[in-house]
């Protein structure tokens, strides 16, 4: 068997990861508030449909969690 699905898991945690070292910044910092900015107007061509937002939201729908519980899982967060 390949290693495609470690390689799989593997992008999936470091994106998680990502996701919650963002939202547990302060929430002036504009990388915690990229995730949630929504542009208005239309996409030009050959810009992807699936954003980082719509794709984050997509995952936080099959787990069941939202946006605040996100954060407040990111807060909680033991420095070392």
């Not at 929504?38 to 936080?60: D, Q």
Request: glycine share 4%; aromatic share 8%; hydrophobic share 30%.
């Amino acid at each position: 068997m390949t290693n495609q699905l470690l390689a799989e898991e593997k992008i999936k945690k470091r994106r998680w990861k990502w996701i919650g070292y963002r939202l547990w910044k302060s929430s002036n910092c504009i990388t915690r508030q990229a995730p949630t900015w929504n542009p208005e107007g239309k996409r030009e061509r050959r810009r992807p449909k699936n954003t980082l937002r719509r794709t984050i939201e997509s995952v936080m729908g099959r787990i069941n969690n939202n946006w605040k519980e996100l954060e407040k899982i990111a807060q909680d967060r033991i420095l070392c």
